[in-house]
């Protein structure tokens, strides 16, 4: 079921980011009084599931969830159709009008996909604050992932600072390691504050990882399953260990450092239950665990939600939005940088549907919706033929020489990002698969 639920929700996303972006194109080009023939949800290659003629445009939705497309009388786009080409050309035709308006028309989907994306961010601030727990409440520091004690971190260490710029989200720590290459992270330990130096190489190490840290807490039992040996050796919901095997622990990270390597082990366990101390004896299974869900950082550390009015949210909203983008900016140029192997990292349609929740949650549904149009804004404006930026680059072209790009140029153009692009999906999807079988 949960399966389902993301795959929903991504079509769901999908769906309405694909039609408001062709109806960006759609919109200019009755604007200019350029005929649109075509106007399609997902593309119909061979047949469609639904469609009806308005007008001179026939709108459908398709069988093959790729994408959408609007056809412009003529334009060379990915219907290929060389025979309109072949007729003089009309006035209600794209090829007829001025290269500005031509521009334009490109640019209504990009255009309209990004000021989505900003007034997505203002309705959920307006609807639904912002919750965080404050850095400054994290009192007992972090735990991290091997990758990041490698470095020199240890569990308990608070991040204060990344080459000096103060940390205000510690959920941001990661993101701002990854995409802003940082050489020094400042912790504070047992009271002292220290210098950890981050050597060159870490990116492509930390990219393949989901999460690097999260804040320490105790370990206190949130969930028993029926089956779990916990459960069978006594061990009741909201118990707190703190103690294995006579050695008093205080956090869930020496909890796991002291049984997690042992299966089939048997272990004495001193429990806090109330105010009563006890001793409980449990056994791992053959992989190590005692069959238990703990408590996590939202369970101990109380959180604040900022409220917004409706004329606060506009600029948070709009700062959110550019802040996005500029992430997403760096991120992509990190795919041509080699030495991160941020390539290895590509995904398709599985890693996306991945990051949408197993229940439906609208906030987290449109805040991901938001994320996904500043992703397709930016994918569609990158400079590649087939693309709105192949269009928009070769009609900057014709606006600075005076020189318009021949049809066979065009044609030959097209095939060619048609056939990287195709490439590009086959090579997401195959990393998601390939990621599939690794896990």
């Known amino acids: 079921m949960d399966v389902f639920i993301k795959i929903a929700q991504l079509l769901a996303s999908l769906s309405i980011l694909i039609v408001l972006h062709e109806l960006g194109h759609f919109t200019l080009a009755r604007i200019f009084k350029v005929r649109v023939e075509k106007f399609y949800l997902f593309f119909d290659a061979g047949f469609s599931l639904f469609k009806k003629k308005i007008g001179d445009t026939e709108y459908g939705i398709g069988w093959l969830p790729l994408g959408g ?15 309109q080409m072949k007729q003089p050309a009309q006035p209600w035709e794209f090829r007829s009008k ?24 203002i309705l959920v601030f307006f609807k639904w604050g912002e919750e965080y727990v404050p850095i400054d409440r994290l009192e007992y520091g972090y735990m991290f992932v091997d990758e990041f004690k490698e470095l020199g971190l240890q569990n308990g260490d608070k991040i204060l600072a990344l080459d000096g710029e103060e940390v205000k989200r510690w959920l941001s720590i990661h993101h701002d390691i990854v ?32 999460y690097v840290m999260e804040p320490r807490v105790p370990c206190e039992v949130d969930g028993l399953p029926e089956d779990g040996n ?28 002291m049984t997690r390597k042992e299966g089939n082990t048997s272990f004495d366990l001193t429990v806090l239950r109330g105010t009563d101390t006890i001793q409980i004896q449990a056994l791992t299974d053959e992989n190590g665990f005692f069959g238990f869900s703990r408590k996590l950082y939202t369970d101990f550390f109380e959180s604040v939600v900022v409220r917004y009015s409706f004329f606060q949210s506009i600029p948070a909203g709009i700062n959110r939005g550019f802040d996005i983008t500029k992430s997403y900016l760096k991120q992509l140029k990190m795919l041509f940088k080699p030495e991160t192997k941020a390539y290895e990292e590509l995904g398709g349609f599985i890693k996306i549907g991945s990051i949408f929740p197993s229940t439906w949650n609208w906030e987290r549904f449109w805040n991901m919706t938001a994320f996904l149009s500043i992703i397709l804004a930016i994918m569609n404006i990158l400079p590649i033929p087939a693309l709105d930026g192949g269009h928009v680059m070769f009609l900057l072209y014709e606006i600075v020489s005076g020189r318009k790009p021949g049809d066979k140029f065009m044609e030959y153009a097209q095939i060619v990002g048609m056939v990287l692009l195709l490439s590009l999906l086959l090579y997401a999807n195959l990393n998601d698969i390939i990621g599939l079988f690794k896990n």
């Open 69 to 83: 497309y609007v056809k412009i009388s003529g334009m060379i786009d990915e219907s290929m159709d060389r025979e």
């Open 98 to 121: 001025k290269a500005w308006q031509r521009l334009l028309i490109m640019l209504g989907g990009v255009l309209v996909n990004f000021l989505l994306a900003l007034l997505i961010y």
């Open 179 to 210: 995409v802003n290459d940082p050489r020094v992270i400042q912790v504070e330990r047992d009271g002292a504050i220290m210098d950890i130096q981050v050597p060159e190489g870490m990116t492509s190490k930390l990219l393949k990882l989901t």
């Open 230 to 257: 916990m459960i069978k050796a006594g061990m009741e919901v909201n118990d707190r260990i703190v103690g294995v095997n006579g050695i008093p622990i205080h956090f869930y990270d020496e909890f796991v450092d």
